[in-house]
């Protein structure tokens, strides 16, 4: 199994606080995304990252906020949470040499925003 | 919109026959398409992939077939298994990294 970690793995929070999720990569992976899954929406792409401070959006940006500062690390900010924000979070990650390649997903983190 | 569709949410198989699991994709340009599997409470996990400019492509006991003039591609498990009771998902690619997915089909295997 790819060395993915995500952190937390649950997390209640309250809406308009803010919220960080981690993920973690032992691969040194180029490539690293953070995906919601939903039901009835299966995974929808929120950000993704080819490098070090190397960031840009996918379909559902808006909301959320990223860093990559280490190859290793991505982070995913939610600055206000809101109830929408609900989901289950998936972070991967993908060498991103040369043709698209599979992505390897962590375990997940729940969020709930009350 | 969504993109790539998967019209069947559930399916449901004897074990030993063929499951057949079907996506739909609207846009023209995608050219490398895979399929996923999950289990309830972890991370989806690579399955097969497939480039389109092949129309087969074949893992033991998983087939991948695109048919790109419809548009359609689909995941054949022969014989199935109950360990392949999963959630699938397919996904589509345009020559990058990044992937629009279907929203799934959960597939139950009766022993």
């Known amino acids: 199994d790819a060395g993915i970690t995500q952190s937390p793995r649950h997390k209640v929070t309250e809406t308009g606080t803010p919220v960080t999720l981690r993920c973690h990569q032992t691969?040194?992976?180029?490539?690293m995304y953070w995906y919601r899954q939903d039901p009835g929406h299966g995974l929808r792409l929120i950000h993704y990252?080819?490098?070090?401070?190397?960031?840009d959006k996918g379909e559902v940006s808006d909301g959320y906020s990223v860093s990559r500062s280490k190859t290793e690390d991505f982070l995913l900010t939610l600055e206000s949470a809101t109830s929408s924000q609900t989901s289950v979070y998936f972070c991967a990650i993908s060498e991103g040499v040369g043709v698209p390649d599979e992505q390897y997903f962590g375990p997940g983190t729940r969020l709930t925003v009350t | 919109d969504q993109q790539v569709k998967q019209n069947s949410p559930s399916l449901s198989v004897q074990e030993g026959r063929i499951s057949i699991l079907n996506c739909d994709y609207t846009?023209?340009?995608?050219?490398?398409f895979l399929w996923y599997k999950k289990y309830p409470a972890e991370g989806p996990t690579f399955l097969i992939s497939?480039?389109?400019?092949?129309d087969k492509n074949e893992d033991g006991r998983f087939t991948v077939f695109l048919n790109k003039s419809a548009k359609h591609l689909s995941l054949h498990i022969v014989p199935s298994q109950p360990g392949d009771s999963a959630v699938y998902f397919c996904?589509?690619?345009?020559?990058?990294?990044?992937?629009?997915f279907g929203t799934g089909t959960s597939l139950t295997v009766i022993p």
């Open positions: 497939i480039s389109s400019i092949k």
């Open positions: 996904a589509a690619s345009i020559t990058g990294n990044q992937f629009y």
């Open positions: 691969e040194n992976h180029r490539y």
């Open positions: 990252s080819y490098g070090v401070k190397d960031t």
């Open positions: 846009n023209s340009m995608f050219d490398y």
